[in-house]
């Protein structure tokens, strides 16, 4: 898909013909040279690179070292490139992450189609350690009343 079949598709885009260079690093090498060990939440707007980004955490990923994730979705192609909802899904799900919740966009005239939105996914350290307890604790309160 090229750019002007995109903003074809997407009546919202606007055409732009500005580029800017910037220096890039993957999350696992900026923790590194930071000494990060741990990331509470990491928010992605990276229009479209969703996956190259959560590639480059592939070591935070695999240790479970990011407790949340909430990022962009697509339903239907958007950004050249760009993953879908279901592609992004099945890699986080790959590294045991879960979606946690989904936040639908807008819809889209004239078909009126949610395009895309929010997601948030969690690690199975995070649900286990944070979700489960906060459960446990609800339902002991409730039947103590």
Known sequence: MTSETTIQNNPEA??????????????????????????????????GAELLVLEGAEEALENQKIDMIMLEWFATPHYDG?????????????????LYDIFPGRAVKPTRQRRFGDAVFISERFRHENLERIAFWKKRQSSSN
Do not use: E, F, R
């Not at 910037?22 to 090498?29: E, F, K, R």
């Not at 760009?82 to 992450?97: F, H, I, M, S």
């Open 14 to 47: 606007i055409a732009v013909d500005t580029s800017i260079d910037v220096q890039l690093d993957t999350v696992d090498s900026y923790c590194a040279a930071n000494g990060i060990d741990h990331i509470t939440c990491m928010k992605l707007d990276v229009q």
């Open 82 to 98: 760009a993953p879908l909802l279901v592609d992004t899904w099945q890699y986080l799900a790959g590294k045991n992450y879960s």
